[in-house]
């Protein structure tokens, strides 16, 4: 056991109201970055974050957990499944802690003076857990698997869409991306339709992450139930509905994480917290007033910390009566958001404002 003890607040709202959610996030190992050589752009790498204190070498960490749709990357569209697959699985850039992207298996890269041909150069340490090298063919294959009409990704429209050839490997009119060209083992080349500024942050989204191919194809349909990732930490186990544990990838190109391992109980409640059988528990709104009282033990172990979130309610726009716009705004104005964020909630929320909350650009 951690002997590492926090309390969080829930990530989870019933209305229309959001807000910059506070949240707990213990300090788990990240994937530092490995700083770039300089560019002919000035894009590429940051430096690389300081690690914050972890727990003591080879230690479990016990979380909550949710159960994920998929571990498959290509078809990633939840937040409780890229809780995982980001920890299992890694791509050619990724974000740091400020949100900057910075070099992942791509060690750096140069973009053309137009703006549309990126070129990345890959690390040549990289390994799946399995010790065989990752090069740019495993790139080529990933991005194209994607991109193939029979797996039917949601995804990969919106995240890899820019890229010259995707839009005609998604209607079944090509087979490879022209905008995908291999130069050697290590260096491969995308190139875009027009310059986009953002077009590197798509990347860091799991669908542009790199899988095995003899894993994938060999697998069948639940090959991703035994993954064969590049990521900081293994698949050691996955039981439905109960428990998914992470072990340390010794052969990380990052370095091995500090963790041994981290287990994550699904559908965890906070009296498994208070029975010592978790390191840190989210406090939903039937437990806040008791935790926030300073009567009780549990008030001191509270930690609240923004999160970049917003919660709301989606209406099924296809079925009445939520097809009339009138039964919608009905509902909108009908719903007291200042109530709930001062009486329900205990101020601890933030109405929105808008679909993005405070602090995140767009």
């Known amino acids: 056991r951690s002997g590492i003890r926090a309390l969080g607040l829930l990530l989870a709202a019933l209305s229309i109201f959001g807000c910059a959610l506070p949240c707990q996030v213990l300090p788990l190992p990240i994937k530092t970055p490995v700083p770039g050589a300089p560019t002919k752009t000035p894009v590429g790498a940051a430096p690389a974050p300081t ?10 960490l016990r979380l909550p957990g949710s159960e994920p749709q998929t571990l498959d ?5 939840d937040v409780d499944s890229s809780e995982y697959v980001v920890e299992i699985f890694s791509g050619l850039v990724s974000l740091n802690e400020k949100l ?20 990345f150069h890959l690390r040549k340490d990289v390994r799946f857990h399995d010790g ?6 495993d790139f080529k294959y990933s991005l194209e698997r994607v991109c193939d009409p ?15 050839g995707v839009k005609q490997v998604l209607a079944g009119k090509a087979k490879e991306i022209a905008g995908l060209r291999l130069h050697d083992d290590y260096t491969l080349e995308l190139t875009i339709d027009q310059p986009k500024s953002y077009f590197l942050a798509k990347l860091t989204y799991p669908t ?5 191919k003899a894993n994938v194809e060999g697998g069948g349909k639940g090959w991703y139930k035994r993954p064969n990732g590049t990521g900081p930490f293994k698949l050691a186990e996955w039981k439905e509905d109960e428990l998914i544990v992470l072990k340390r990838n010794e052969l990380y190109y990052g370095g091995a994480p500090a963790l041994g391992e981290v287990s994550y109980i699904l559908d965890a409640t906070l009296d498994m917290y208070e029975q010592g059988k ?10 806040l007033e008791r935790v926030q009282d300073p009567a009780n033990p549990l008030h001191r172990e509270l930690s609240v910390t923004p999160e970049l979130s917003i919660s709301y309610i989606g209406f099924n726009v296809e079925k009445p009566p939520f097809d009339d716009v009138k039964v919608r705004q009905a509902f909108a104005h009908a719903t007291d ?24 650009p767009g």
């Open 150 to 164: 029979r797996l039917a990704s949601k995804v990969a429209p919106t995240y890899l869409g820019d890229i010259v």
């Open 208 to 212: 542009a992450f790199v899988v095995d």
């Open 132 to 137: 065989k090298a990752v090069t740019a063919a």
């Open 278 to 287: 978790l390191d840190l528990a989210y406090v939903g709104g039937a437990s």
């Open 337 to 360: 958001k200042e109530k709930l964020v001062t009486g329900f909630w205990r101020g601890s929320r933030r109405k929105a404002e808008g679909l993005l909350p405070p602090g995140m």
């Open 73 to 77: 990357p290509a078809l990633v569209e």
């Open 51 to 60: 690690r914050a204190p972890l727990p003591e070498q080879g230690q479990v």
């Open 100 to 119: 900057e992207v910075v070099p992942d298996v791509a060690e750096k890269w140069e973009v053309s003076a137009d703006g549309k041909t990126y070129t």
